[in-house]
Protein backbone atom coordinates (compact mmCIF):
# COMPACT_ATOMS: atom_id res chain seq x y z
CA UNK A 1 0.00 0.00 0.00
CA UNK A 2 1.30 3.47 -0.85
CA UNK A 3 1.95 5.43 2.22
CA UNK A 4 3.68 9.08 2.70
CA UNK A 5 7.62 9.49 3.27
CA UNK A 6 9.04 10.38 6.15
CA UNK A 7 11.68 12.48 6.45
CA UNK A 8 13.81 10.98 9.31
CA UNK A 9 14.11 7.83 7.14
CA UNK A 10 14.93 9.83 3.75
CA UNK A 11 18.30 9.74 2.64
CA UNK A 12 18.84 13.32 1.96
CA UNK A 13 21.59 14.86 4.00
CA UNK A 14 21.11 18.52 3.55
CA UNK A 15 24.09 20.77 3.93
CA UNK A 16 24.20 24.36 6.50
CA UNK A 17 26.65 26.16 4.69
CA UNK A 18 27.15 26.91 0.76
CA UNK A 19 29.69 24.31 -0.50
CA UNK A 20 33.04 26.59 -1.47
CA UNK A 21 33.55 24.37 -4.70
CA UNK A 22 30.11 24.93 -6.02
CA UNK A 23 29.87 28.74 -8.54
CA UNK A 24 26.31 27.63 -10.18
CA UNK A 25 23.26 28.02 -7.83
CA UNK A 26 22.06 24.57 -9.20
CA UNK A 27 25.25 23.22 -8.33
CA UNK A 28 25.29 24.75 -4.82
CA UNK A 29 21.92 23.79 -4.15
CA UNK A 30 21.62 20.41 -5.50
CA UNK A 31 24.30 19.66 -3.11
CA UNK A 32 23.21 21.56 -0.17
CA UNK A 33 19.58 20.03 -0.65
CA UNK A 34 21.24 16.39 -0.62
CA UNK A 35 19.45 15.64 -4.11
CA UNK A 36 23.96 14.82 -5.80
CA UNK A 37 27.40 13.96 -4.23
CA UNK A 38 30.46 14.18 -5.98
CA UNK A 39 32.44 11.21 -6.59
CA UNK A 40 35.40 12.53 -8.53
CA UNK A 41 35.68 15.45 -10.92
CA UNK A 42 32.69 15.84 -13.27
CA UNK A 43 31.15 12.23 -11.81
CA UNK A 44 28.21 12.33 -9.35
CA UNK A 45 26.32 9.67 -7.49
CA UNK A 46 22.43 10.95 -7.62
CA UNK A 47 20.47 10.37 -4.44
CA UNK A 48 16.97 9.60 -4.19
CA UNK A 49 15.49 12.93 -4.16
CA UNK A 50 16.89 13.90 -7.25
CA UNK A 51 16.81 10.18 -8.66
CA UNK A 52 12.48 10.90 -8.58
CA UNK A 53 12.95 14.34 -10.52
CA UNK A 54 15.11 12.15 -13.03
CA UNK A 55 12.65 9.57 -13.48
CA UNK A 56 10.09 12.23 -13.73
CA UNK A 57 11.71 14.37 -16.49
CA UNK A 58 12.66 10.57 -18.68
CA UNK A 59 8.86 9.72 -17.92
CA UNK A 60 8.12 12.93 -19.74
CA UNK A 61 10.68 12.48 -22.56
CA UNK A 62 9.29 8.51 -22.79
CA UNK A 63 5.24 10.20 -23.29
CA UNK A 64 6.35 12.45 -26.05
CA UNK A 65 8.69 10.00 -27.90
CA UNK A 66 6.19 7.59 -27.69
CA UNK A 67 3.59 10.25 -29.20
CA UNK A 68 5.94 10.51 -32.39
CA UNK A 69 6.62 6.63 -32.80
CA UNK A 70 9.73 6.47 -31.40
CA UNK A 71 10.69 2.90 -29.89
CA UNK A 72 12.90 2.84 -26.49
CA UNK A 73 15.42 0.30 -26.45
CA UNK A 74 19.15 0.24 -25.35
CA UNK A 75 22.63 -0.17 -27.00
CA UNK A 76 25.68 -2.02 -25.19
CA UNK A 77 27.38 1.86 -23.59
CA UNK A 78 31.23 0.04 -23.97
CA UNK A 79 31.31 0.57 -27.86
CA UNK A 80 34.04 -1.36 -30.38
CA UNK A 81 36.81 0.91 -31.48
CA UNK A 82 36.58 -0.86 -34.92
CA UNK A 83 33.02 0.79 -35.78
CA UNK A 84 34.41 3.96 -34.40
CA UNK A 85 37.14 3.63 -37.08
CA UNK A 86 34.67 2.67 -39.51
CA UNK A 87 32.64 6.07 -39.25
CA UNK A 88 36.20 8.33 -38.93
CA UNK A 89 35.73 9.73 -35.43
CA UNK A 90 38.28 7.23 -33.59
CA UNK A 91 40.57 9.87 -34.54
CA UNK A 92 38.60 12.93 -35.23
CA UNK A 93 36.91 12.54 -31.73
CA UNK A 94 40.29 13.37 -30.01
CA UNK A 95 40.85 13.19 -26.54
CA UNK A 96 37.19 13.69 -24.57
CA UNK A 97 36.39 10.03 -26.09
CA UNK A 98 37.44 7.53 -23.40
CA UNK A 99 39.11 4.52 -24.71
CA UNK A 100 40.13 1.69 -22.85
CA UNK A 101 41.53 -1.86 -24.30
CA UNK A 102 40.47 -5.36 -23.46
CA UNK A 103 42.43 -8.17 -22.41
CA UNK A 104 42.93 -9.14 -25.65
CA UNK A 105 44.32 -5.80 -26.77
CA UNK A 106 40.74 -5.35 -28.88
CA UNK A 107 39.97 -1.53 -28.51
CA UNK A 108 37.30 0.10 -27.06
CA UNK A 109 35.29 3.01 -26.02
CA UNK A 110 32.68 4.59 -23.29
CA UNK A 111 30.19 5.76 -25.26
CA UNK A 112 29.69 9.63 -25.53
CA UNK A 113 26.78 9.49 -27.92
CA UNK A 114 25.86 6.56 -30.45
CA UNK A 115 25.30 7.00 -34.21
CA UNK A 116 27.93 4.51 -34.89
CA UNK A 117 26.24 1.95 -32.49
CA UNK A 118 23.07 2.80 -33.83
CA UNK A 119 23.92 2.31 -37.47
CA UNK A 120 26.06 -0.72 -37.25
CA UNK A 121 22.74 -2.52 -35.97
CA UNK A 122 20.05 -1.50 -38.58
CA UNK A 123 22.76 -2.10 -41.40
CA UNK A 124 22.44 -5.63 -41.04
CA UNK A 125 18.68 -5.99 -40.70
CA UNK A 126 17.21 -2.73 -41.59
CA UNK A 127 17.65 -3.63 -45.63
CA UNK A 128 13.98 -2.66 -47.05
CA UNK A 129 12.02 0.66 -48.09
CA UNK A 130 8.93 -1.74 -46.25
CA UNK A 131 10.81 -1.06 -43.05
CA UNK A 132 11.46 2.65 -43.25
CA UNK A 133 11.02 4.98 -41.22
CA UNK A 134 12.23 4.10 -38.17
CA UNK A 135 13.58 6.09 -34.91
CA UNK A 136 15.31 4.47 -31.92
CA UNK A 137 16.31 5.83 -28.50
CA UNK A 138 17.15 5.12 -25.44
CA UNK A 139 18.20 6.68 -22.24
CA UNK A 140 21.68 6.04 -21.16
CA UNK A 141 24.58 7.21 -18.93
CA UNK A 142 27.20 9.00 -21.40
CA UNK A 143 30.88 9.46 -20.90
CA UNK A 144 32.84 12.33 -22.52
CA UNK A 145 36.54 13.47 -20.62
CA UNK A 146 35.36 16.97 -20.82
CA UNK A 147 38.58 19.35 -20.59
CA UNK A 148 36.70 21.44 -17.79
CA UNK A 149 34.29 19.05 -16.03
CA UNK A 150 32.57 21.76 -13.69
CA UNK A 151 29.01 22.81 -12.64
CA UNK A 152 27.94 19.84 -10.94
CA UNK A 153 25.90 18.02 -13.29
CA UNK A 154 25.73 21.21 -15.94
CA UNK A 155 29.26 18.94 -17.38
CA UNK A 156 30.00 16.03 -16.22
CA UNK A 157 32.47 13.39 -17.22
CA UNK A 158 29.57 11.04 -16.93
CA UNK A 159 25.91 12.01 -17.38
CA UNK A 160 22.34 10.85 -18.64
CA UNK A 161 21.23 11.49 -22.33
CA UNK A 162 18.69 10.02 -24.06
CA UNK A 163 19.51 9.60 -27.42
CA UNK A 164 17.47 9.12 -30.59
CA UNK A 165 18.81 8.16 -34.31
CA UNK A 166 15.96 7.99 -37.44
CA UNK A 167 16.78 6.07 -40.53
CA UNK A 168 14.03 7.38 -43.64
CA UNK A 169 14.64 6.69 -47.31
CA UNK A 170 14.51 9.96 -48.48
CA UNK A 171 15.19 13.64 -47.49
CA UNK A 172 12.10 14.20 -46.82
CA UNK A 173 11.27 11.32 -44.79
CA UNK A 174 14.29 12.54 -42.87
CA UNK A 175 13.07 16.45 -42.53
CA UNK A 176 9.47 14.95 -41.37
CA UNK A 177 11.42 12.44 -38.72
CA UNK A 178 13.93 16.09 -37.82
CA UNK A 179 10.33 18.37 -37.67
CA UNK A 180 8.80 15.41 -35.02
CA UNK A 181 11.95 15.25 -32.83
CA UNK A 182 12.16 18.85 -32.90
CA UNK A 183 8.42 19.56 -32.10
CA UNK A 184 9.05 16.84 -29.05
CA UNK A 185 11.55 18.39 -27.78
CA UNK A 186 9.69 21.79 -27.25
CA UNK A 187 6.79 19.99 -25.49
CA UNK A 188 9.63 18.55 -23.27
CA UNK A 189 11.14 21.56 -22.26
CA UNK A 190 7.22 22.87 -21.51
CA UNK A 191 6.32 19.76 -19.56
CA UNK A 192 9.71 20.17 -17.37
CA UNK A 193 8.52 23.58 -16.85
CA UNK A 194 11.80 24.90 -18.64
CA UNK A 195 11.74 28.64 -20.67
CA UNK A 196 14.08 27.33 -23.63
CA UNK A 197 14.58 28.61 -27.20
CA UNK A 198 14.89 26.92 -30.03
CA UNK A 199 18.24 28.56 -31.52
CA UNK A 200 19.74 27.78 -35.10
CA UNK A 201 22.72 26.42 -34.49
CA UNK A 202 23.86 26.68 -37.95
CA UNK A 203 23.24 29.47 -40.81
CA UNK A 204 20.11 28.09 -42.03
CA UNK A 205 19.98 26.62 -45.10
CA UNK A 206 17.02 27.46 -47.79
CA UNK A 207 14.18 24.69 -46.80
CA UNK A 208 15.05 25.31 -42.96
CA UNK A 209 17.54 24.61 -40.29
CA UNK A 210 19.47 21.44 -40.21
CA UNK A 211 20.61 21.90 -36.38
CA UNK A 212 18.90 23.24 -33.45
CA UNK A 213 19.88 23.69 -30.12
CA UNK A 214 17.19 24.11 -27.32
CA UNK A 215 18.85 26.31 -24.85
CA UNK A 216 17.00 27.07 -21.21
CA UNK A 217 17.29 30.60 -20.45
CA UNK A 218 19.54 31.15 -17.80
CA UNK A 219 22.24 33.96 -16.35
CA UNK A 220 24.33 31.41 -15.47
CA UNK A 221 24.29 29.86 -19.61
CA UNK A 222 27.79 29.48 -20.86
CA UNK A 223 25.66 30.05 -24.31
CA UNK A 224 24.89 33.89 -25.98
CA UNK A 225 21.84 34.12 -27.49
CA UNK A 226 20.49 36.31 -29.69
CA UNK A 227 16.65 36.45 -30.59
CA UNK A 228 13.78 38.40 -31.66
CA UNK A 229 10.42 39.26 -29.39
CA UNK A 230 8.89 40.23 -32.65
CA UNK A 231 9.00 37.02 -34.90
CA UNK A 232 10.35 34.67 -32.04
CA UNK A 233 13.86 34.28 -34.36
CA UNK A 234 16.92 33.28 -31.98
CA UNK A 235 20.49 31.84 -33.06
CA UNK A 236 23.62 31.75 -30.94
CA UNK A 237 25.88 34.84 -31.64
CA UNK A 238 27.88 32.75 -34.00
CA UNK A 239 25.31 31.76 -35.95
CA UNK A 240 23.47 34.86 -35.85
CA UNK A 241 24.38 36.74 -39.25
CA UNK A 242 22.52 39.79 -37.70
CA UNK A 243 22.76 43.51 -39.94
CA UNK A 244 24.42 45.70 -37.74
CA UNK A 245 22.59 49.21 -37.02
CA UNK A 246 25.33 51.99 -38.08
CA UNK A 247 26.15 55.16 -37.92
CA UNK A 248 27.80 56.51 -40.94
CA UNK A 249 30.68 58.72 -40.61
CA UNK A 250 30.68 62.35 -42.22
CA UNK A 251 30.35 62.90 -45.80
CA UNK A 252 33.44 64.97 -47.72
CA UNK A 253 36.34 64.47 -48.73
CA UNK A 254 39.54 62.51 -47.17
CA UNK A 255 40.79 64.27 -44.30
CA UNK A 256 43.50 62.95 -41.75
CA UNK A 257 43.34 64.07 -38.71
CA UNK A 258 45.33 64.70 -35.29
CA UNK A 259 43.57 62.42 -32.61
CA UNK A 260 46.51 62.32 -29.67
CA UNK A 261 46.16 59.69 -27.24
CA UNK A 262 42.52 58.34 -28.84
CA UNK A 263 43.80 54.53 -29.17
CA UNK A 264 40.96 53.01 -28.26
CA UNK A 265 37.23 53.08 -29.84
CA UNK A 266 35.80 54.63 -26.76
CA UNK A 267 38.48 57.62 -26.74
CA UNK A 268 38.18 57.85 -30.49
CA UNK A 269 34.34 58.03 -30.28
CA UNK A 270 34.94 60.80 -27.50
CA UNK A 271 36.92 62.68 -29.03
CA UNK A 272 34.56 62.83 -32.07
CA UNK A 273 31.54 62.74 -30.39
CA UNK A 274 30.40 60.28 -32.26
CA UNK A 275 29.28 56.82 -31.57
CA UNK A 276 31.41 54.13 -31.45
CA UNK A 277 29.82 52.67 -33.90
CA UNK A 278 30.60 54.67 -36.32
CA UNK A 279 33.76 54.09 -36.15
CA UNK A 280 36.12 50.85 -37.54
CA UNK A 281 37.85 49.20 -35.30
CA UNK A 282 40.82 46.93 -36.17
CA UNK A 283 41.97 43.81 -35.04
CA UNK A 284 45.69 42.25 -35.89
CA UNK A 285 46.06 38.65 -35.96
CA UNK A 286 48.13 36.28 -37.56
CA UNK A 287 46.35 33.47 -39.63
CA UNK A 288 46.82 29.80 -39.51
CA UNK A 289 48.75 30.02 -42.21
CA UNK A 290 51.28 32.41 -40.19
CA UNK A 291 50.61 35.47 -42.70
CA UNK A 292 49.31 38.90 -40.87
CA UNK A 293 46.33 40.35 -41.53
CA UNK A 294 44.03 43.16 -40.02
CA UNK A 295 40.25 42.13 -39.69
CA UNK A 296 37.92 45.75 -39.67
CA UNK A 297 34.74 45.73 -37.85
CA UNK A 298 32.68 48.01 -36.73
CA UNK A 299 33.99 49.69 -33.57
CA UNK A 300 31.60 48.77 -31.43
CA UNK A 301 31.34 44.87 -32.22
CA UNK A 302 33.48 41.99 -31.27
CA UNK A 303 35.06 39.12 -33.10
CA UNK A 304 33.40 36.03 -32.78
CA UNK A 305 36.43 32.84 -31.85
CA UNK A 306 34.04 30.77 -33.97
CA UNK A 307 33.75 32.07 -36.76
CA UNK A 308 36.97 33.80 -36.59
CA UNK A 309 38.70 30.31 -36.66
CA UNK A 310 36.99 29.53 -40.08
CA UNK A 311 37.78 32.86 -41.60
CA UNK A 312 41.63 32.52 -40.33
CA UNK A 313 41.70 29.04 -39.40
CA UNK A 314 43.86 28.47 -36.27
CA UNK A 315 44.98 32.32 -36.31
CA UNK A 316 45.82 34.60 -32.76
CA UNK A 317 46.22 38.34 -32.08
CA UNK A 318 49.02 39.97 -32.90
CA UNK A 319 51.14 40.42 -29.90
CA UNK A 320 53.26 44.20 -28.91
CA UNK A 321 56.06 42.52 -30.72
CA UNK A 322 53.92 41.10 -33.94
CA UNK A 323 52.22 44.57 -34.45
CA UNK A 324 55.70 46.19 -34.35
CA UNK A 325 57.45 43.52 -36.33
CA UNK A 326 54.71 44.01 -38.91
CA UNK A 327 55.27 48.02 -39.32
CA UNK A 328 51.52 48.21 -37.83
CA UNK A 329 51.19 51.32 -35.13
CA UNK A 330 48.66 49.76 -32.38
CA UNK A 331 45.53 51.89 -31.66
CA UNK A 332 45.99 53.79 -35.13
CA UNK A 333 45.78 51.07 -37.70
CA UNK A 334 43.58 51.43 -40.65
CA UNK A 335 43.14 50.36 -44.47
CA UNK A 336 44.66 52.91 -46.30
CA UNK A 337 48.32 52.70 -46.57
CA UNK A 338 48.66 49.98 -44.81
CA UNK A 339 52.64 47.90 -44.60
CA UNK A 340 53.07 45.77 -47.25
CA UNK A 341 52.28 42.36 -47.11
CA UNK A 342 49.71 42.60 -44.10
CA UNK A 343 45.78 41.93 -45.60
CA UNK A 344 42.93 43.63 -45.12
CA UNK A 345 40.04 41.94 -44.72
CA UNK A 346 36.74 43.68 -43.73
CA UNK A 347 33.34 42.19 -41.85
CA UNK A 348 30.46 41.71 -43.86
CA UNK A 349 27.74 43.84 -41.76
CA UNK A 350 30.18 46.82 -43.23
CA UNK A 351 29.65 46.24 -46.74
CA UNK A 352 26.73 48.82 -47.23
CA UNK A 353 28.62 51.52 -45.29
CA UNK A 354 29.78 55.01 -47.20
CA UNK A 355 31.63 56.86 -44.78
CA UNK A 356 34.38 55.61 -42.54
CA UNK A 357 36.55 56.72 -39.45
CA UNK A 358 39.83 54.86 -39.48
CA UNK A 359 43.34 54.87 -38.50
CA UNK A 360 45.64 56.59 -40.44
CA UNK A 361 48.86 54.28 -39.91
CA UNK A 362 50.55 56.97 -37.96
CA UNK A 363 50.58 57.27 -33.97
CA UNK A 364 48.05 59.83 -33.17
CA UNK A 365 46.56 59.91 -36.25
CA UNK A 366 43.07 59.10 -37.67
CA UNK A 367 41.22 59.09 -41.35
CA UNK A 368 37.59 60.89 -41.57
CA UNK A 369 35.56 60.83 -44.28
CA UNK A 370 37.08 57.82 -45.32
CA UNK A 371 35.00 56.39 -48.37
CA UNK A 372 35.31 52.36 -49.57
CA UNK A 373 36.11 52.23 -53.40
CA UNK A 374 37.10 56.00 -53.41
CA UNK A 375 39.67 56.24 -50.79
CA UNK A 376 40.73 52.59 -50.72
CA UNK A 377 39.16 49.27 -52.29
CA UNK A 378 38.02 46.49 -51.03
CA UNK A 379 38.24 42.73 -53.09
CA UNK A 380 35.06 40.36 -52.92
CA UNK A 381 38.04 37.74 -51.31
CA UNK A 382 38.12 40.51 -48.59
CA UNK A 383 34.86 40.12 -47.21
CA UNK A 384 34.24 37.93 -44.12
CA UNK A 385 32.04 37.05 -41.57
CA UNK A 386 33.33 37.45 -38.39
CA UNK A 387 31.69 39.44 -35.39
CA UNK A 388 29.55 38.35 -32.82
CA UNK A 389 25.76 39.80 -32.67
CA UNK A 390 24.73 42.29 -29.62
CA UNK A 391 21.82 43.86 -28.61
CA UNK A 392 20.16 46.33 -31.26
CA UNK A 393 21.54 44.47 -34.29
CA UNK A 394 18.69 43.81 -36.38
CA UNK A 395 16.93 40.48 -37.01
CA UNK A 396 18.16 38.88 -40.03
CA UNK A 397 13.99 37.30 -40.41
CA UNK A 398 11.88 40.72 -39.48
CA UNK A 399 14.10 43.84 -39.04
CA UNK A 400 13.55 44.37 -35.63
CA UNK A 401 16.05 44.75 -32.94
CA UNK A 402 17.41 41.58 -31.39
CA UNK A 403 17.81 40.85 -27.28
CA UNK A 404 20.00 39.34 -25.99
CA UNK A 405 19.82 36.07 -23.38
CA UNK A 406 22.31 33.95 -21.68
CA UNK A 407 21.56 30.35 -22.26
CA UNK A 408 22.19 26.66 -21.27
CA UNK A 409 21.86 23.67 -24.30
CA UNK A 410 19.51 20.83 -23.23
CA UNK A 411 19.07 19.81 -26.37
CA UNK A 412 20.54 18.99 -29.76
CA UNK A 413 18.16 18.20 -33.05
CA UNK A 414 20.33 17.22 -36.25
CA UNK A 415 19.76 16.17 -39.57
CA UNK A 416 22.50 14.03 -40.73
CA UNK A 417 22.15 12.96 -43.62
CA UNK A 418 24.23 9.88 -45.39
CA UNK A 419 27.01 10.77 -42.76
CA UNK A 420 27.21 7.90 -41.22
CA UNK A 421 25.14 5.52 -43.88
CA UNK A 422 27.81 6.21 -46.46
CA UNK A 423 31.15 5.80 -44.16
CA UNK A 424 29.28 2.56 -42.18
CA UNK A 425 27.40 1.49 -45.94
CA UNK A 426 23.89 1.52 -44.27
CA UNK A 427 21.93 1.01 -47.21
CA UNK A 428 18.42 -0.23 -47.96
CA UNK A 429 16.86 -1.28 -51.25
CA UNK A 430 14.26 1.31 -52.87
CA UNK A 431 11.06 -0.13 -54.74
CA UNK A 432 12.58 -0.67 -57.61
CA UNK A 433 15.59 -2.69 -56.82
CA UNK A 434 18.35 -0.08 -56.45
CA UNK A 435 20.27 0.22 -53.80
CA UNK A 436 20.44 3.58 -51.55
CA UNK A 437 22.11 5.03 -48.42
CA UNK A 438 19.65 5.47 -45.14
CA UNK A 439 18.92 9.10 -44.88
CA UNK A 440 19.77 9.89 -40.61
CA UNK A 441 18.61 12.24 -37.65
CA UNK A 442 20.08 12.56 -34.41
CA UNK A 443 18.83 13.72 -31.29
CA UNK A 444 20.33 14.12 -28.15
CA UNK A 445 18.49 15.43 -24.78
CA UNK A 446 21.15 15.78 -21.61
CA UNK A 447 18.42 14.41 -19.01
CA UNK A 448 20.63 15.35 -15.66
CA UNK A 449 21.82 18.63 -17.55
CA UNK A 450 18.22 19.49 -17.34
CA UNK A 451 17.44 18.50 -13.69
CA UNK A 452 20.14 21.51 -13.38
CA UNK A 453 18.39 23.33 -15.82
CA UNK A 454 15.17 23.88 -14.14
CA UNK A 455 16.71 24.26 -10.62
CA UNK A 456 18.69 27.37 -12.53
CA UNK A 457 15.18 28.92 -13.17
CA UNK A 458 13.35 27.78 -10.30
CA UNK A 459 15.13 28.69 -7.27
CA UNK A 460 15.68 31.54 -4.39
CA UNK A 461 17.75 32.83 -1.76
CA UNK A 462 16.19 30.20 0.23
CA UNK A 463 16.45 27.30 -1.82
CA UNK A 464 15.31 25.42 -4.50
CA UNK A 465 11.53 25.87 -5.47
CA UNK A 466 10.86 22.67 -7.64
CA UNK A 467 7.68 22.76 -10.53
CA UNK A 468 5.24 20.14 -9.56
CA UNK A 469 5.85 18.48 -12.91
CA UNK A 470 9.21 17.56 -11.60
CA UNK A 471 9.07 17.81 -7.76
CA UNK A 472 10.79 14.89 -5.71
CA UNK A 473 7.82 15.31 -3.64
CA UNK A 474 4.39 17.33 -4.76
CA UNK A 475 4.20 18.24 -0.98
CA UNK A 476 5.63 18.13 2.18
CA UNK A 477 3.44 18.11 5.71
CA UNK A 478 5.07 20.07 8.35
CA UNK A 479 3.83 19.37 11.80
CA UNK A 480 5.39 22.01 13.95
CA UNK A 481 5.64 19.52 16.80
CA UNK A 482 5.79 15.83 16.36
CA UNK A 483 5.34 14.92 20.05
CA UNK A 484 1.99 17.05 20.36
CA UNK A 485 -0.99 14.58 20.55
CA UNK A 486 -2.81 16.78 18.85
CA UNK A 487 -0.43 18.34 16.41
CA UNK A 488 0.52 14.99 15.10
CA UNK A 489 -2.37 13.00 14.43
CA UNK A 490 -3.88 15.72 12.16
CA UNK A 491 -0.38 16.27 10.30
CA UNK A 492 -0.98 12.16 10.07
CA UNK A 493 -3.96 12.29 9.09
CA UNK A 494 -3.85 15.11 6.28
CA UNK A 495 -0.51 12.96 4.63
CA UNK A 496 -2.48 9.63 4.38
CA UNK A 497 -5.43 11.43 2.66
CA UNK A 498 -2.80 13.16 0.50
CA UNK A 499 -1.63 10.24 -0.48
CA UNK A 500 -4.85 8.80 -0.83
CA UNK A 501 -5.86 10.94 -3.57
CA UNK A 502 -2.43 10.40 -5.30
CA UNK A 503 -0.38 12.79 -4.11
CA UNK A 504 3.06 12.26 -3.17
CA UNK A 505 4.17 13.87 -0.01
CA UNK A 506 6.43 13.52 2.38
CA UNK A 507 6.07 14.38 6.33
CA UNK A 508 8.88 16.00 8.22
CA UNK A 509 8.33 14.03 11.64
CA UNK A 510 11.82 14.90 13.02
CA UNK A 511 12.20 16.55 16.37
CA UNK A 512 13.38 19.83 15.30
CA UNK A 513 12.65 23.17 16.05
CA UNK A 514 10.34 24.79 13.70
CA UNK A 515 12.97 27.35 12.48
CA UNK A 516 15.00 24.20 10.69
CA UNK A 517 12.15 22.76 9.06
CA UNK A 518 11.20 25.68 7.79
CA UNK A 519 14.75 26.25 6.52
CA UNK A 520 15.41 22.60 4.92
CA UNK A 521 11.14 22.76 3.00
CA UNK A 522 12.24 25.81 1.73
CA UNK A 523 15.80 24.80 0.23
CA UNK A 524 14.28 20.98 -0.90
CA UNK A 525 11.87 23.07 -2.25
CA UNK A 526 8.74 20.56 -2.78
CA UNK A 527 5.88 22.85 -4.35
CA UNK A 528 3.52 22.77 -1.27
CA UNK A 529 3.68 22.93 2.09
CA UNK A 530 1.07 22.27 4.89
CA UNK A 531 2.24 23.65 8.19
CA UNK A 532 0.53 21.92 11.25
CA UNK A 533 0.92 24.55 14.10
CA UNK A 534 -1.34 23.97 17.74
CA UNK A 535 -2.41 27.36 17.10
CA UNK A 536 -4.33 27.48 13.56
CA UNK A 537 -5.55 23.86 14.52
CA UNK A 538 -7.59 24.95 17.65
CA UNK A 539 -9.41 26.80 14.95
CA UNK A 540 -9.97 23.42 12.87
CA UNK A 541 -7.00 25.09 10.26
CA UNK A 542 -3.42 24.15 8.74
CA UNK A 543 -1.56 26.65 6.95
CA UNK A 544 -0.89 26.03 2.95
CA UNK A 545 2.34 27.23 1.72
CA UNK A 546 3.36 27.97 -2.06
CA UNK A 547 6.98 27.88 -2.05
CA UNK A 548 7.26 29.60 -5.59
CA UNK A 549 5.09 32.55 -4.49
CA UNK A 550 5.85 32.11 -0.42
CA UNK A 551 1.89 33.07 -0.41
CA UNK A 552 0.17 31.36 2.93
CA UNK A 553 -3.45 30.56 3.02
CA UNK A 554 -5.35 29.31 6.26
CA UNK A 555 -7.03 26.24 5.50
CA UNK A 556 -9.54 23.96 7.00
CA UNK A 557 -8.53 20.50 8.12
CA UNK A 558 -10.82 18.23 6.35
CA UNK A 559 -10.46 20.50 2.86
CA UNK A 560 -6.90 20.64 2.55
CA UNK A 561 -6.37 17.02 1.05
CA UNK A 562 -8.99 17.76 -1.63
CA UNK A 563 -8.12 21.21 -1.97
CA UNK A 564 -4.73 20.60 -2.88
CA UNK A 565 -4.50 17.40 -4.82
CA UNK A 566 -6.98 18.63 -7.27
CA UNK A 567 -4.08 21.84 -7.04
CA UNK A 568 -1.26 19.15 -7.27
CA UNK A 569 -3.13 17.60 -10.46
CA UNK A 570 -3.60 20.51 -12.74
CA UNK A 571 -0.16 21.26 -12.38
CA UNK A 572 1.65 17.93 -13.12
CA UNK A 573 3.09 17.61 -16.34
P1 LIG B 1 28.11 21.15 -25.03
O1 LIG B 1 28.25 22.07 -26.21
O2 LIG B 1 27.41 21.77 -23.87
O3 LIG B 1 29.40 20.47 -24.66
P2 LIG B 1 27.29 19.20 -26.87
O4 LIG B 1 26.76 20.04 -27.97
O5 LIG B 1 28.64 18.64 -27.00
O6 LIG B 1 27.17 19.99 -25.50
P3 LIG B 1 25.53 17.06 -27.63
O7 LIG B 1 26.52 16.18 -28.26
O8 LIG B 1 24.63 17.86 -28.48
O9 LIG B 1 26.27 18.02 -26.57
O10 LIG B 1 24.72 16.17 -26.58
C1 LIG B 1 23.32 16.27 -26.37
C2 LIG B 1 22.97 16.84 -25.03
O11 LIG B 1 23.66 16.19 -23.98
C3 LIG B 1 23.35 18.30 -24.87
O12 LIG B 1 22.39 19.13 -25.44
C4 LIG B 1 23.43 18.45 -23.36
O13 LIG B 1 22.15 18.69 -22.83
C5 LIG B 1 23.89 17.09 -22.91
N1 LIG B 1 25.33 17.10 -22.56
C6 LIG B 1 26.38 17.16 -23.40
N2 LIG B 1 27.53 17.14 -22.74
C7 LIG B 1 27.22 17.04 -21.43
C8 LIG B 1 27.99 16.96 -20.22
N3 LIG B 1 29.31 16.95 -20.25
N4 LIG B 1 27.32 16.88 -19.04
C9 LIG B 1 25.98 16.88 -19.00
N5 LIG B 1 25.20 16.95 -20.10
C10 LIG B 1 25.80 17.03 -21.30
MG1 LIG C 1 25.01 20.00 -28.80
Redesign the pocket.
Known sequence: MKTYARMTGLYAPTLKEDPAEAELASHRLLLRAGMIRRSAS?LYSYLPLAWRSLLKIEAIIRDEMEGIGAQEMLVPILTDGELWRQSGRWSAYGPELMRLTDRHEREFALG??HEESFTDLVRHELRSYKQLPVTLYQIQD?F?D?LR?RFG?????E???K?AYSFDADVEGMQRSYNDEKGAYARICERVRLRALPVAADSGQIGGDTSV??MALADAG??EIAYCDECGFAADTEAAAAPVQLEEGERGELQKLETPGCGTIAELAAFLHVPESATRKALALVDGDGSPAVCFVPGDHDMNDVKAEHAFGAYHMMTEEELAQFGLVKGFIGPIGLPEGVRACFDVSLRDSQWWIIGANEEGFHCVHAKPGRDFQIADAEWVDVISAKAGDLCPKCGKPLSMARG?????V?QLGTKYSESMGATYTDPDGTERLLQMGCY???????L?AVVEQHHDEHGISFPVAVAPYEVEVVPLDVCDDVVWPVADRIAAGLVERGVEVVVDDRKERPGVKFADADLMGFPYQVVCGKKAIKNGNVELKVRATGERTEVHIDEVASVLSARVASERA
Open positions: GPTKREPLMRGRFIMDEFEAIEVGQFGIGVSRMA
